[in-house]
Every structure is written in C-alpha cells, then in structure tokens.
C-alpha cells in the first residue's frame, strides 16, 4: 500500500467524494484504486468561510510501483510505513531473575510496567498515591470541600497526572519507530475511543481514562506484574563501585521498608518535590530545567468556536474550538498557551499544603461552557533561578503559596478580569465570564502571584492575542493563577542507554525527570526505558 498526505475535501463532503479525490490527486482510473483506508484526519480552517478536512489515507493500487515512481518528487506520496511494535527482548521461559521495579503509575510508569509486563520481566510498580476511584474521591475532596491529601490529588495515584485532564494525546517528538502508534493501540484496546487512531489532534477526556488505566492495570497484573499502592519511595540504597560511580542495590519506602532492586525506572512525574529533594542529597546527577509560570484563562467555547471557525461554529464534524497562540515580547519574554482545554474546567492540581495551583481538564465531549488555556511565559535556570538544581521548585513553592494567600488561604484561587488586569486594578466582582475552578474564587489582583516580567508580558499579548481571536481581550474574560506545574523544573540526567549518569541500575523516566511533557511523550519514554530494562536484564 501507499501512504498518501494532504488530501483536502470540503467539511461535509460526501463518502463517495474520497476516493473520487484520491484518483484525481494521483491521476488513476477509478478501476485501478483497489481500496482505500483513511488513517488521519485534521481540519484546515484558516479560511473560515472554506474550512476543510485534511486526510492522510493508505490506498491500495493496482500498479503501485508505476504511481511510486510517478510521484518520486512529492512528499506526500510514499510507501506505507511498517508502524507495527517488535519487541526488542523477551523474558526467558520461567525466567526468575530479580524482578524490576517502576516507580509512578502515571503514563511512563504505566507504559514501562505494560512493556516489561508483556516481555515477561513481572515488574513491580510502586505509587505514593491510591488506586484510581480511591483517588478519585480524595481529588473530588479537594474541590468540593478544599480538603487536600498531599497522597492522594491531581498530580499522584494511579493514572498520574494525567487522569483529570483533557487527556490530549498529541506530541511533537521525534518517533521514528511508531511508539506512539503502540500507545494509541493499547489505549483502544483498554476501551478509549477508536478516533484517537484517526484523529489529528486526538483526545480521550478524564472519565474514560479512569477505566482504562484500570483495564491496563488488570493487564499488566494478568501477566504477572504488581502494583503496590501508598508505597512512596524515600530514599535510595545505593553501593560505591571500584571506579568511584554508584550501583543502585535497593529502595527505602515511608513505612521504612526495603525492597531489593538492580533495575529501577523513575517516573515520579514533575510534582515529586521530596523525591527530587532526596535524589540530589544522593549526589544523582541532576540539573534545573526550563519550564513556565502563568495563570489560566477562561472565555465561552462559543467565543471561541466563532472566532475560529465563523459560521461553521458548532458543527458536529469540527467539535468544540481549540487555539494555540504564542507572542514574543519587547522584554524579550515569550507569552504562549499551554495545554488548551476546548470545552472543559480549571481545576486545582495542588499536591502541597498552603500552595495553590491550576490546570484544566475536560470530558470526552467536551461540552462544558467555558475555554480554558494555560496563559505562560517560559523562564529558565541562568535568567530566572540560577541557585542550583532545585532552585525552580523554590520559585514555585514561592509563588504558589502567595497564591495560597492572595485566593484566602483556604485553597480557593486568586481571579482577575483581564479589564481590571490590563487596567491596574484589583478585581471586585465577576462579568458575563464564569470561572470554573473549584473549590472556588477569590476575586483580587493577580499582580500579588507573579513575577513582574510575566505581568509585563501578559499586559502587551492580551490585546495581540485579541487580534487574533476576537474576545480573547474581552474586559470580562477571567484570569485565574498560578499556572506553576507546566512541567518539570529538574532533569534526572542520563546517559545513551536510558540509565542515570551516575548511578547504575536508576533509569530516569517521563515527565519528572525531564525527558518528556505531556501524556502520550510520557507514555513514549515509558515504552524506550522499559525496553532498555528489558534488554539490560535479558543481557545479564
Ligand atoms: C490537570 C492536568 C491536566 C493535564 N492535561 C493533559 C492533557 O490533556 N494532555 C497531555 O498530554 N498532558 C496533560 N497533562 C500533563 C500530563 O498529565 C503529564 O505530562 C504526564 O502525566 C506525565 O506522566 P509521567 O508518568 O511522567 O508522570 P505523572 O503522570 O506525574 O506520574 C507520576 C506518578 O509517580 C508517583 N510518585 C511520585 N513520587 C513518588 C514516590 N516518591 N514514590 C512512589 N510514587 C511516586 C505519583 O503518585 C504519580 O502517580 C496534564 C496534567 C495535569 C496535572
């Protein structure tokens, strides 16, 4: 079969138009295209008033190689690729060597347990956090009754991070083996919705993630893997070599037991301060990474929906807005949104107590009414937090807890309009623009949460991005803060072969370790470390 990119028909094109198109694009008789499967659609709506879907369809020929040839120059004409998964080891039969050890459940720590589950390596998977309905309940605490469990909230327990979330799966690694597909296939098979294969920019939305995080634990536990919950890893038994470097021999638990261990994956994601904290009086190598601060901004969806798609706004095949904007300021800063909710809710992703922090998330249908988009300015170690590698958790603690106290030290968040904002006042009361975080509000003056820099910055790409998306200005839009956790402030150094610089048998993973950002990256590095484990043990 060929792969052909870049095939545009109108928004509501009829099913016979498709291979009508393909035959005109590749100049074929109707009789020689054989069959024909889409495998990706996205949408073009920068003319509005033409808006059309983009497809990318393997299409079976009769005479491929005369098309191939034919078509040599254009990129969007080449074979198909091989995107099928090959295992690169496998567990000897009745292998009964030392069984590795993942630590986080969240996207890497479940790919990495997936991956040496079904190459038959038994992993043992640890989370400081419960299982995904205990945890559930405890996050639900938080926003309803402003009830934290440092344990048990958005950021830790089974799913990781990611279970509240719009559950995006879209990334901009470089994936030449197709892992990504693997990922899209397994979530399918633990019941997520058969589009994600499909669409351009695929989403899954916070309540089927719960199933299937379950559905991929029964999986994992089906093959002989474990999971232990409410294990928080606190430090780390590590023995000297002869040439000075360090082997990994085992870890110490909060209850303060040991487990033995020669193989660990460290996916603890970007919030495990203490763990962070631990590792670097360990001596692991480390360093402070970038990453962004900002607030989140909520408009109506149908704000949205019009501005970028006009008349076609709410049509079923287009769904509900999505927007990504970035402007680069005189101070040299640069404004950008991050993780865009279409359709979803600002939720409270604190892990600490007396520190507030936001994020969104959204359903599958992503039908709730208002947008929300982090609203972030990069910052990085040199500029911002040159004091050592741990340096940016204190820049985040620091702001966070001055959330904490601007939104009433009761974890509600502090709000502004962006009217009071850009016109240097504290806001008093609401517009025609709801904010959804919850627990709650408190209506005040964000400039007591964040760094001047970022409020320079926010106050000259409000009404730039208003050009861009009507209303995006609009005095009763409400900014709520602070946007801290947008990824990891550290990097777990490591080497080519997925282990710590440092410290043998320690393989740094995900999003924590700075090695991936966002869900379907975090699952991806789980996949290429659990691997390197895979084949490190087989090799023995
Ligand atoms: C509210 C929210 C919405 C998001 N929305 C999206 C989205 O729509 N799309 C997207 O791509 N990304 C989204 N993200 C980001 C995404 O969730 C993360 O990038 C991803 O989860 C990172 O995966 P990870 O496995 O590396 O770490 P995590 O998911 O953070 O998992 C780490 C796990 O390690 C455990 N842990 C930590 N320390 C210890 C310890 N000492 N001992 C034992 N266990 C420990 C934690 O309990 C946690 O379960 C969102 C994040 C949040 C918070």
Not at 221 to 228: A, I, K, Q, V
Not at 309 to 326: I, M, T
Not at 366 to 373: H, I, K, L, M, W
Not at 377 to 388: A, K, L, T
Request: aromatic residues 8%; charged residues 25%; neutral net charge.
């Amino acid at each position: 079969m060929l792969r052909l990119s870049g095939l545009k028909l109108p928004l509501d094109h009829p099913a016979e138009a498709m291979p009508a198109a393909i035959c005109a694009r590749l100049g074929l008789e109707p009789g020689e295209l054989l069959s024909h499967v889409v495998v990706r659609r996205g949408n073009d709506a920068r003319r509005r008033s033409a808006i059309q879907l983009v497809y990318t369809v393997d299409v079976e020929l009769s005479d491929e190689p005369a098309v191939l040839a034919r078509f040599a120059k254009d990129h969007d004409v080449r074979p198909r690729p091989d995107t099928d998964y090959k295992f690169p080891a496998k567990a000897p039969e009745g292998w009964s060597g030392k069984r590795p050890i993942v630590i986080g459940a969240g996207p890497c720590g479940l790919f990495a347990g997936l991956i040496l589950a079904q190459m038959g390596f038994r992993p043992i998977i640890l989370d400081r956090g419960k299982v995904v309905r205990e945890r559930t309940k405890d996050t639900w605490g938080l926003w309803r009754r402003a009830e934290l469990n440092p344990d048990s909230n958005v950021q830790f327990g089974e799913g990781g991070a990611g279970t509240f979330s719009d559950g995006k799966l879209y990334c901009r690694v470089k994936d030449p083996r197709f892992l990504g597909r693997k990922v899209l296939e397994e979530f399918v098979a633990a019941g997520a919705p058969e589009d994600i294969l499909t669409e351009a920019h695929p989403h899954i939305g916070t309540f089927r993630l719960v199933s299937m995080v379950e559905t991929m634990r029964r999986q994992i536990e089906g093959l002989g893997g474990e999971y232990r919950w409410q294990h928080r890893v606190d430090d780390l038994e590590l023995e000297r070599q002869g040439d000075g470097a360090q082997r990994l021999r085992g870890l110490y638990l909060a209850d303060g037991s040991f487990i033995e261990a020669d193989h660990v994956v460290m996916a603890v994601g970007h919030s495990a301060r203490p763990t962070f904290e631990m590792l670097h009086r360990r001596g692991v190598h480390m360093e402070a990474k970038p990453f962004s601060i900002g607030v989140r901004i909520e408009h109506p969806q149908s704000w949205v929906d019009r501005a970028r798609y006009g008349n076609c706004a709410g049509h079923p095949v287009l769904g509900a807005a999505a927007y990504s904007l970035a402007h680069h300021c005189a101070n040299g800063r640069t404004v950008y949104s991050f993780c865009m909710c279409p359709g979803g809710r600002v939720v409270a992703a604190t892990s600490e107590e007396g520190r507030v922090v936001t994020n969104g998330m959204s359903q599958y249908s992503r039908a709730e009414f208002n947008a929300n988009s982090g609203l972030v300015v990069g910052i990085d170690p040199e500029r911002d937090y040159p004091g050592g590698p741990l340096a940016g958790i204190d820049l985040q603690r620091h702001w966070e807890s001055m959330a904490f106290v601007a939104g009433g030290s009761s974890y509600h968040a502090p709000a502004q309009r962006v009217g009071d904002f850009l016109g240097n006042r504290p806001s008093t009361e609401l517009g025609e623009v709801v904010p959804s975080y919850k627990p709650g509000v408190t209506m005040t003056d964000l400039s007591r949460c964040l760094p001047e820099f970022v409020l320079e910055a926010f106050r000259e790409a409000l009404p730039v991005f208003g050009r861009q998306i009507a209303n995006y200005d609009h005095p009763d839009a409400v900014m709520t803060g602070v946007e801290t956790r947008t990824s990891s402030p550290v990097r777990i150094t490591r080497g080519a072969d997925l282990q710590s610089l440092n410290v043998t048998g320690l393989y740094p993973a995900g999003e924590g370790a700075g090695y991936a950002g966002g869900i379907l990256s975090a699952a991806i590095d789980g996949i290429k470390v659990g691997e390197a484990v895979g084949v490190a043990i087989a090799a023995g």
